[in-house]
């Protein structure tokens, strides 16, 4: 059982730099989304998409892009690396677009530290 | 305001001694989810429990149980004789249906409390 996979698992960045953070699900669910996760804040959603070719903001998007393209795959883009983006990263998806009770189903999250 | 409050941050507790997690959430909505993830030192978010809001009955499932209590907007978890494997984070979450019909839910997260178990 893949679930929802997330690479890479750590990762480090000088500022400046740009990176992508793979997410692909085999689950077939249509609900995809980003989170973050700081010290005493809990997740917050970056962004979020209810299917292939469609993507929305969340919480907190700047300085992040996304894309979705399959149903698989919701790649997670960081533009122009900062030291607030040091973070753990989780990708998560659900089935469904209407019910607000489909379980949410995490990676295993992705540890991203910018120097 | 929609908001999920895990007021303890941090709780210690001796092994196979009970402990409870609190969760205290605030909507309007009269249709909303709740769950509890757990995030063991691995870093991995584990789903543990859903419940809707029109289902008040309590859940029990081996040494865990969760009391459900919309008068008190609460949805608190308890570990009976808990065990050093216990020991992770855990996050309370209100699911909430979006006003716009054609949108999508969100999921707001507590800040979760770091739950640790001494042998």
């Known amino acids: 059982n893949a679930g929802v996979t997330q690479t890479p698992k750590f990762q480090v960045l000088k500022t400046g730099q740009s990176m992508t953070l793979q997410c692909a699900q085999d689950m077939n669910h249509e609900y995809m989304s980003w989170y973050r996760q700081d010290p005493g804040m809990g997740l917050r959603l970056i962004h979020y998409?209810?299917?292939?070719?469609?993507?929305d903001q969340g919480e907190v998007p700047n300085g992040y892009n996304v894309s979705r393209s399959t149903t698989e795959d919701f790649p997670l883009r960081l533009l122009s690396a900062a030291p607030s983006q040091t973070s753990v990263y989780f990708c998560?998806?659900?089935?469904?677009?209407?019910?607000?009770?489909?379980?949410?189903?995490f990676g295993e999250g992705s540890w991203l530290t910018v120097v | 305001a929609q908001k999920v409050t895990q007021a303890q941050t941090e709780i210690s507790v001796v092994e196979k001694e009970d402990v409870t997690l609190d969760c205290v959430y605030e909507?309007?909505?009269?249709?909303?989810?709740l769950f509890w993830y757990k995030q063991p030192p691995s870093g991995e978010l584990v789903f543990l429990i859903r419940?809707?809001?029109?289902?008040?009955q309590n859940e029990i499932s081996g040494r865990y149980s969760w009391n459900f209590q919309k008068s008190t907007s609460s949805f608190n978890f308890t570990i009976t004789a808990s065990q050093v494997v216990d020991s992770a984070v855990y996050f309370c979450a209100l699911s909430l249906r979006p006003p716009w019909t054609s949108g999508t839910y969100k999921y707001i997260f507590g800040t979760g409390t770091r739950l640790k178990v001494l042998a």
């Open positions: 998409s209810v299917g292939a070719g469609i993507t």
């Open positions: 419940r809707n809001s029109f289902d008040e």
């Open positions: 909507t309007r909505d009269t249709t909303y989810y």
């Open positions: 998560a998806s659900s089935y469904g677009l209407q019910s607000s009770g489909n379980t949410i189903y």
